[in-house]
């Protein structure tokens, strides 16, 4: 097996989510390169099941893209926040939902070429009415889905945000082994 040796990493920019370094990583062969690393403070989502077997995801705005997309909710975990927790604060805020109960999913890393950004995702399958809390400037559509249309719309290219098209799948796969 190689081995690479980090042998020095300089922050460049330290951000509210994610902070920029320049790795100074020795190859296995011993030259040096220079690798960019992001560095992610974690995020957690949720895939919310409705008592119909309906998916609740969102619709919103995404700079990075320049285009609406349609993801389950997730978000950031804040400083000393559980995951799970987490993931509960961002349904409720994000779908007006709150979660009756929570469970496990799955872990994911969404860009290993270049970030550690670790997504904990879980479900939830009781779904208690609340309020919307969406920050100053969020605005997100809220809309639901059979399990059968949003695979047809990973499969058809709706859908490429891939901690949504990961956890979907992933509950399809958990949902088909209980039964």
């Known amino acids: 097996m190689a081995e690479y040796k980090r042998l020095d990493r300089k ?16 190859l296995p062969d011993g030259r040096k390169a220079e690798w960019d690393f992001i560095g992610h403070k ?21 700079n990075a893209i320049d ?22 604060r961002e349904l409720e805020e994000e779908t007006g939902y709150k979660a009756g109960n929570i469970d496990h999913l799955i872990d994911l890393y969404t860009t290993v070429a270049y970030s550690n950004e670790m ?10 009415p ?9 605005y997100v559509e809220v809309e639901r889905y059979s399990l059968e249309e949003l695979k047809q719309m ?5 859908i490429q945000d891939a901690k949504t ?10 949902r088909q082994k209980m039964q």
Request: hydrophobic share 40%; aromatic share 6%; proline share 3%.
């Open 11 to 26: 922050l460049i920019r330290n951000g509210q989510i994610i902070d920029i370094y320049s790795d100074t990583i020795e």
């Open 42 to 62: 974690g995020a957690a989502a949720i895939v919310p099941v409705d008592e119909d077997g309906n998916i609740i995801m969102v619709r919103q705005y995404r």
């Open 67 to 88: 285009r609406q997309t349609i993801e389950i909710p997730a978000g950031g975990i804040n400083k000393g926040e559980k995951p799970i927790d987490a993931a509960a």
């Open 119 to 128: 997504i904990y995702v879980y479900y939830t399958t009781k779904l208690i």
């Open 130 to 138: 609340s309020k919307q809390h969406l920050d100053d400037d969020e």
């Open 154 to 158: 990973i499969l058809a290219g709706k």
């Open 165 to 174: 098209i990961g956890s979907i799948l992933a509950y399809d796969a958990l």
